[in-house]
């Protein structure tokens, strides 16, 4: 019997010393904040200095004191974001434990998000939560700023701040290259798929006060009857056309998104004619205990050097291989 | 040599003779289970081989798939593995302690103590393991306690095994006899004294392999923790890499396959721990 009790304590013994092990783990990014604060002052002097002495704690200084930039970004999608599955993390790293390092994902929001870091003079990190949770706002504080392809609407704008956009999308229809159809009025009356929380699935329902965006970016009107099937992401969509379901013809996403499908061999054709576009940018929590007006101060005078030096289309045409940037008119 | 010959020659008495018979009966019942297994593993590999394959005047085809993007993620979704454990040790550790202290609230005469083990094991019980996973990671913050997606994750397995097991801890207290508790009181044991080395000891044993069960159960229902994104595990490696390059189908089947693996093993741990257990019986 007592070799029983001892068996099970035992169990429940190593199972709380793995719980423990685990601990240090997650609080690391606290324990180092502390070596950090000896240099604290010289980082902090330039922005906290002439930022009026507001009761909140500064969002600007706070990542320069822990000397990394924890930025959200979906890693669903190659290749705004996708993890580098041959990366391996960094022995010195900074980041916290669930968060990924600069070498464990990469693409063009990754390395507009990196430019953000660099430009501060601290490690980029990268949280990875589900999209919903990222557009939902009231983040906890677990992390900083989202760079992560992000179109403006104005119901986002009622729980998150934007910067100014740092790359302009439109949204275009793709059906399965077998379908038939060949413009989007002639999709009227049938089924069409969207991710789920997305601009692309607001457009479908027709529902313009969930898009959000200002008439003259609206190039196309939704087809007439139409059934909406939204599924957990865009990349759901292709992937059930391409395994020969018939649930829905076409899908609404990013052309670069459609693109991307058909670099990938998809039997999927993209319709001619965007039908909006969108203007991605940074975001902010607007329910953050910290102060954001600074940080994000200085994502907009980042993004528009890049803009103004040619660095993002550079970036854009690495990624995307086009050019993409460019607001359209 | 003579004694070989000897013991070989001697004619076997009608007892042996039935007990053979009863052996081989049972090898080759357990042979033809093996062969059959064997039949079954090569259907499914066949069905995923992408191989036509032609049965009388009937042509089946087999599901494509790319065994080079298997090839090239695996050691990144097998690296899931190790979180997808520690994930699972954690929480059924938590689920012990729960089971054990709502069984023993269950047990009680205490009206707020049988409350308050009836409430929570309601609770838990009728709402989603999904949901209290997002409750957990969404709503706690509100009340200034910020949980990472781990520890979310830990604290709603563990509440939810916790809510179930606690109905085998209890058919484990109750199964050792009124005679034991009444035993351990005539020797002057107090009632603490009495659970703690005459009930409770008893009451594990009855209680430890069912609790094997429920851990490799949880061991797949931690894929559930991936949802909130902050958990690196199996289920959330094999998804991501999927969608991004447009896998979805073969970066599950390898996570299945882990899965699948992971249970066999754990099941084989289970049955060594259930005959060790046995042995006790008398």
Same mark, same amino acid.
């Given at each position: ?63 320069l004191e822990r000397g990394y930039i924890l930025v959200s970004t979906d890693p669903n999608y190659e ?47 990268f949280a990875t939560p589900s999209w919903d949770l990222i557009t939902a706002g009231s983040w906890s ?189 | ?64 798939i790319d065994t080079e993007f298997m090839r090239k993620n695996l050691t990144f979704i097998a690296g ?11 929480? $059924? *550790?938590?689920?012990?302690?729960? #089971? @054990?202290?709502? !069984?023993? %609230? ?109 851990? $490799? *159960?949880?061991?797949?229902?931690? #894929? @559930?923790?991936? !949802?909130? %994104? ?53």
């Amino acid at each position: 019997m007592k070799k029983l009790l001892t068996l099970a304590s035992l169990l429940v013994l190593a199972s709380l010393v793995l719980a423990a092990c685990g601990t240090p783990a997650t609080e690391a990014p606290a324990a180092t904040e502390a070596p950090a604060a000896t240099e604290a002052p010289a980082a902090t002097e330039a922005p906290a200095a002439t930022e009026a002495p507001v009761m909140e704690k500064d969002m600007l200084a706070a990542v320069l004191e822990r000397g990394y930039i924890l930025v959200s970004t979906d890693p669903n999608y190659e290749p705004q974001s996708f993890l580098n599955t041959e990366g391996t993390r960094p022995a010195d790293t900074k980041c916290p434990s669930d968060a990924l390092t600069n070498a464990e994902i990469q693409g063009f929001d990754v390395d507009a998000a990196t430019a953000i870091g660099d430009a501060l003079g601290v490690e980029t990190c990268f949280a990875t939560p589900s999209w919903d949770l990222i557009t939902a706002g009231s983040w906890s504080d677990k992390w900083d700023v989202s760079v992560g392809s992000m179109t403006i609407n104005t119901s986002r704008q009622q729980v998150l701040d934007f910067s100014v956009p740092y790359y302009y999308t439109p949204a275009v229809i793709a059906v399965a290259a077998d379908s038939g159809f060949d413009t989007i009025e002639s999709l009227a009356g049938q089924a069409l798929c969207a991710g789920v929380s997305t601009t692309y699935e607001a457009w479908l329902n027709n529902d313009m006060e969930a898009l959000g965006l200002p008439d003259s970016s609206i190039y196309a009107a939704v087809p007439e009857g139409i059934t909406v099937v939204p599924l957990e992401t865009d990349q759901e969509c292709a992937q059930s056309i391409a395994s020969g379901r018939k649930d829905f013809v076409g899908y609404v996403t990013s052309e670069t998104v459609v693109d991307a499908n058909l670099a990938a061999g998809l039997p999927v054709k993209k319709l001619e004619g965007a039908v909006y576009s969108e203007d991605l940018a940074a975001a902010f929590d607007k329910s953050s205990t910290l102060d954001t007006a600074s940080l994000l101060a200085k994502v907009d005078e980042v993004f528009t050097a890049m803009h103004a030096d040619g660095t993002l289309s550079e970036l854009s045409n690495k990624w995307f291989g086009m050019d993409i940037t460019q607001a359209p008119n | 040599m003579s004694f070989f010959s000897k013991t070989q020659n001697a004619p076997k008495s009608q007892a042996e003779l039935l007990y053979d018979i009863q052996v081989r009966k049972e090898r080759r019942f357990r042979a033809n289970v093996g062969l059959s297994w064997l039949i079954l593993v090569f259907i499914l590999v066949m069905a995923f081989s992408g191989q036509e394959v032609t049965i009388g005047s009937k042509t089946f085809s087999g599901i494509q798939i790319d065994t080079e993007f298997m090839r090239k993620n695996l050691t990144f979704i097998a690296g899931g593995l190790g979180e997808t454990i520690r994930i699972s040790l954690m929480s $059924i *550790a938590l689920a012990m302690i729960l #089971a @054990l202290l709502a !069984a023993l %609230g269950r047990l009680s005469t205490v009206p707020p103590i049988y409350a308050l083990s009836t409430f929570y094991v309601s609770l838990i019980r009728g709402t989603p393991l999904y949901l209290q996973i997002f409750f957990f990671f969404l709503a706690l913050p509100q009340l200034g306690i910020i949980l990472s997606g781990l520890w979310a994750g830990v604290l709603a397995l563990g509440l939810n095994y916790g809510a179930y097991m606690s109905e085998i801890f209890r058919a484990g207290l109750s199964s050792v006899g009124k005679g034991q508790r009444e035993a351990a009181m005539a020797i002057g044991m107090t009632p603490a004294q009495t659970m703690r080395r005459v009930i409770l000891p008893q009451a594990l044993r009855f209680a430890i392999p069912p609790v094997g069960n429920e851990f $490799i *159960a949880m061991t797949k229902d931690s #894929a @559930l923790v991936s !949802a909130t %994104g902050f958990v690196h595990e199996l289920m959330w490696r094999s998804t991501k890499v999927g969608r991004a390059q447009f896998h979805n189908l073969e970066a599950l089947i390898m996570a299945a396959m882990f899965y699948w693996v992971m249970t066999l093993l754990l099941t084989y741990i289970q049955s060594i721990i259930e005959t060790r257990l046995a042995r006790g019986d008398r």
